[in-house]
T-cell receptor, first 113, second 113 residues
Framework: GENVEQHPSTLSVQEGDSAVIKCTYSDSASNYFPWYKQELGKGPQLIIDIRSNVGEKKDQRIAVTLNKTAKHFSLHITETQPEDSAVYFC????????????FGTGTRLTVIP | EADIYQTPRYLVIGTGKKITLECSQT?????MYWYQQDPGMELHLIHY???????EKGDLSSESTVSRIRTEHFPLTLESARPSHTSQYLC????????????FGPGTRLTVL
């Protein structure tokens, strides 16, 4: 089965700096890689995803990169703001929704004002 | 904002009680999930369902049971609650025919005394 590793488990950055969270996966058949943000007292929410036919995707201050050869993908947040403070999860899955998501262990990001 | 609801949001209950955690979604999604979330953040899949009358066990063994009598409703039941069941329980849903984007509910925080 799939195994997703996520690093670091905690990350503190100054407001305005960039934050990078990295994940690796084991199953070369995985081709869908979403990132979820979980704020305190809420369920995880999808913030960005990438499919294996692209190497990078950007949405305003967040971007995700994928290296299929090395089986790793990363989340980049630029110009961090205090409201970016949350727990972030990466995940991997095969293409169809018939397959389950395999989640990383989470990264607690703290943005210091 | 995803249309997936969980009740109650918080529950404190004594050992030995039977409890049911409710989860409903109005998106017409066929697949639904229950995750147990550690205080240490990690998400563990405990049950999922492909549709009405379908239930499957997840990666983490759980003493809870689920049912899927209606598409929109996926309750989780503990016949006899124990302190070891204290955790956050998250419900999610997705559409099998699409990429595996899961929508999460806000969670139920269960404390068993």
């Amino acid at each position: 089965g799939e195994n997703v590793e996520q690093h670091p488990s905690t990350l503190s950055v100054q407001e305005g700096d960039s934050a990078v969270i990295k994940c690796t996966y084991s199953d070369s058949a995985s081709n869908y890689f979403p990132w979820y943000k979980q704020e305190l007292g809420k369920g995880p929410q999808l913030i960005i995803d990438i499919r294996s036919n692209v190497g990078e995707k950007k949405d305003q201050r967040i971007a995700v990169t994928l290296n299929k050869t090395a089986k790793h993908f990363s989340l980049h947040i630029t110009e961090t703001q205090p409201e970016d403070s949350a727990v972030y999860f990466c995940a991997a899955s095969k293409r169809t929704g018939a397959n389950n998501l395999f989640f990383g262990t989470g990264t607690r990001l703290t943005v210091i004002p | 904002e995803a249309d997936i609801y969980q009740t109650p949001r918080y529950l404190v209950i004594g050992t030995g009680k039977k409890i049911t955690l409710e989860c409903s979604q109005t998106m017409g999604h066929d697949k639904m999930y229950w995750y147990q979330q550690d205080p240490g953040m990690e998400l563990h899949l405990i049950h999922y369902s492909y549709g009405v009358n379908s239930t499957e066990k997840g990666d983490l063994s759980s003493e809870s049971t689920v049912s899927r009598i209606r598409t929109e409703h996926f309750p989780l039941t503990l016949e006899s609650a124990r302190p070891s069941h204290t955790s956050q329980y998250l419900c999610a849903s997705s559409q099998v025919s699409s990429y595996n984007e899961q929508f999460f509910g806000p969670g139920t925080r269960l404390t068993v005394l």
